[in-house]
């Protein structure tokens, strides 16, 4: 790169690149995105996310070229070309799904952007993959780039892994806990340390490192906060056997700084595009290596992870008595997590999709996720309000843990619905409460009164 700032690319405009073109721009950068979805480009043009993430409309609205008052950094293409010809930095941020009926990543996804990206690299220019990969990939593009970049050896790689968290996107991006870097070259390294000079300067932590490591951070990284989950969701299970409450057995092991508070809510367990796929690609992976048995216990934390959506299947039909059958059951909640409109692989979905099949009549409220989830979920009823959701409902279940649903009076709710049955599947509501207001109250892994 010259004197001048370096001029970014980002490549896959989802909840990962949308938010990072939108945050590069803020940092003062030129960017131009391309995806090769036509309506997300439509939408971004116009200063609006592709998805609900928090924040994200005004950061986009502030910099997207043709919004009224916004910086103009931040443009939009579908041309390879056009992105060959204006980028220093490319940013690689599609997705990389599970494979169908497989435990392995989908890498088409990141393949074909490399494939159609490299032909145009006609200058100098350094090619950062942020998707989450498996081991071994990075060697692998690196060796695809420079075979069929027109600069040779001046079109480099560079891994750099994303750590952003769904409904926390832009805060996570423009703060990162740490920055991880993949790199072969010094040259590499300083035009990375160039891109992110305002979060070093705020004091980052910087690791830079070779392609496998910082692959397998990332991979790494979500495995910790997945077994973290599970482990507590194990410790609900016992405590379900012997009696015992996990939302104070959480409390108190998290006092311990070793062991830490976060990421230790008992419910129905972990979901969404990433923690569940990545720890499935990450063994998959891992048996290719001939490293399966390092990660065996990661079978184990998905198994406990599935077993907690059993579980509130069973609760909720053994609160009904005995057979779900033309039961009408009140959902609240739909998305994976709150703040976030994703269903993918969503346990609160999931849940109420089963109890569907079981034969229940369940209508489903969610704040931000109901046109996901009726275009995965067709067959499910919905309603628009948490109100109407439970208006008629022999038991009331609680799946994702949005703030509007702690902060519901469970006295108006209980006018509405036939009988006074709450499950809390997300451990976030106050028994104490609920119990006042006549309901029958039962959650995962706490005592039943
Ligand atoms: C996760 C990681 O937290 C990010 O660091 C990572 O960058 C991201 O995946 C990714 O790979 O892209 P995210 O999927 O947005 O982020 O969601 P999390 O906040 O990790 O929550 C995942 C699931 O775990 C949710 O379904 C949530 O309800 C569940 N969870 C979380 C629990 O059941 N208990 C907890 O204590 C915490």
Request: proline share 5%; glycine share 10%.
């Amino acid at each position: 790169a010259s004197s001048a700032s370096p001029k970014i690319t980002v490549i896959g405009l989802g909840y990962l690149g949308a938010t990072h073109a939108a945050a590069m721009a803020e940092l003062g950068f030129e960017v131009l995105g391309l995806d090769v979805v036509p309506e997300k480009i439509r939408l971004l043009e116009q200063g609006r996310a592709p998805m609900y993430e928090p924040g994200l409309d005004d950061l986009l609205g502030a910099h997207v070229a043709g919004v009224e008052g916004s910086s103009g950094r931040l443009r939009f293409t579908d041309s390879w070309a056009e992105i060959g010809d204006f980028g220093d930095v490319h940013f690689v941020c599609v997705n990389t799904p599970q494979k169908h009926g497989e435990y392995a990543c989908d890498m088409s996804y990141v393949d074909s952007a490399m494939d159609s990206l490299a032909p145009h690299l006609t200058r100098p220019a350094l090619v950062v993959g942020k998707s989450t990969v498996p081991v071994g990939s990075a060697e692998r593009l690196a060796a695809r780039i420079a075979e069929l970049a027109p600069a040779g050896a001046d079109a480099e790689l560079a891994w750099n892994p994303e750590f952003l968290r769904e409904g926390f996107a832009v805060q996570d991006t423009l703060h990162p806990d740490r920055l991880v870097a993949g790199v072969r070259s010094e040259r590499a390294e300083l035009l990375l340390r160039e891109v992110y000079a305002r979060p070093l300067a705020e004091g980052t932590p910087f690791v830079v490192t070779d392609f496998p490591t910082s692959e397998l951070v990332k991979t790494s990284a979500n495995s910790f906060l997945a077994t973290k989950i599970s482990f507590i969701n194990a410790m609900a299970e016992v405590c379900e056997a012997a009696g015992g409450d996990v939302v104070k057995l959480a409390e108190a092991i998290g006092y311990d700084d070793r062991i830490g508070k976060k990421f230790l809510r008992a419910g129905i367990g972990f979901g969404g595009g990433c923690l569940p796929k990545d720890i499935r690609a990450f063994m998959a992976r891992a048996g290719e290596l001939g490293a399966s048995e390092a990660l065996t216990f990661l079978r184990e934390v998905d198994s406990i992870n599935m077993r907690r959506r059993a579980q509130m299947v069973e609760l909720t039909r053994d609160a009904v008595g005995g057979t779900l059958l033309g039961k009408r059951v009140g959902v609240l909640g739909a998305t994976f997590k709150p703040d976030s409109d994703d269903v993918r692989d969503s346990p609160a979905l999931n849940v109420a999709g089963q109890l569907h099949l079981q034969g229940a009549q369940v209508t489903v409220y969610d704040p931000k996720g109901m046109a996901n989830a009726r275009a995965i979920f067709p067959t499910l009823g919905y309603a628009d309000s948490a109100l109407e959701a439970v208006r008629g409902a022999d038991i009331v279940l609680h799946l994702t843990e949005w703030r509007e649903f702690k902060e519901l009076d469970p006295a108006a709710l209980g006018e509405a619905v036939t009988r006074r049955h709450v499950l809390d599947g997300r451990n976030t509501l106050d028994p104490e409460v609920w119990r006042k207001a006549g309901w029958t109250f039962r959650a995962l892994g706490r005592p039943t009164a």
